[in-house]
């Protein structure tokens, strides 16, 4: 299995533009996440989805930031206008829950540059 | 709200000491203690994880030890190698939500 997949790896946009970051979770997992990491605030959970359904967004910092999943093998984290203080580092992490903690698999990241 | 506190934000061992890497958490509802290890330019991956049931878990060089009337826990690396400089991450878990600590940066020199 190639892991969890993000695209773009870097990405670097002026104040204002839209910014869409993608994830493929690994095949057969259940649970998709969206963190953001940052020197100050560290790793922080953004929102996670369930069998493709959100079930926790109470971290998405405000409503510039959305977040969607269409199937199971896909999902987007839309910054919308973006801003410079959005800089940071954004992770997906997929797991597969069957009643007790999976183990979160991570992506390699996307760097985000907001200028 | 910090509910996940970790200490320190860095430290430096000389290969083949101990690391001491320690996390308190707030909320009694945790039932699931992973740490995670992360290069730079990669995310991070579980590397052990202990249940507040057992007071100690060890795999290979690696322990973790845990004190539930305190609500803390530690990491030990054993023999620490210039391989194991990373960041380390501490969390706490209930069914499908983590809760992250801030992080340590450990250094090991050669």
């Known amino acids: 299995d190639a892991g969890v997949i993000q695209s773009p790896r870097h990405e670097v946009t002026e104040m204002g533009q839209e910014v869409t970051l993608r994830c493929k979770p690994i095949?057969?997992?259940?649970?998709l996440f969206w963190y953001r990491q940052t020197m100050m605030r560290g790793l922080e959970l953004l929102i996670y989805f369930n069998n493709n359904v959100p079930i926790d967004d109470s971290g998405m910092p405000e409503d510039r930031f959305s977040a969607k999943m269409p199937n199971a093998s896909f999902s987007t984290l839309k910054i919308q206008p973006s801003e410079p203080r959005d800089s940071a580092v954004y992770f997906c992490?997929?797991?597969?829950?069957?009643?007790?903690?999976?183990?979160?698999?991570f992506g390699p990241g996307t760097r985000l540059t907001v200028t | 709200q910090q509910q996940v506190k970790q200490s320190p934000q860095s430290l430096i061992v000389q290969k083949g000491g101990i690391s001491i890497i320690n996390c308190a958490y707030e909320?009694?509802?945790?039932?699931?203690f992973p740490w995670y290890q992360q290069f730079p330019g990669k995310g991070p991956a579980l590397l052990i994880a202990i249940r507040p049931d057992v007071s100690e878990k060890k795999e290979g060089r690696f322990t973790i030890s845990f004190n539930k009337s305190a609500k803390q826990f530690s990491l030990h690396i054993m023999d620490s190698q210039p391989g194991d400089s990373a960041t380390y991450f501490c969390a706490a878990q209930r069914d499908d939500k983590i809760i992250f600590g801030k992080g340590t940066r450990l250094h090991i020199l050669p």
């Open positions: 992490a997929s797991s597969f829950m069957s009643g007790a903690q999976g183990e979160q698999y």
């Open positions: 095949s057969g997992h259940n649970s």
């Open positions: 909320n009694t509802a945790f039932d699931y």
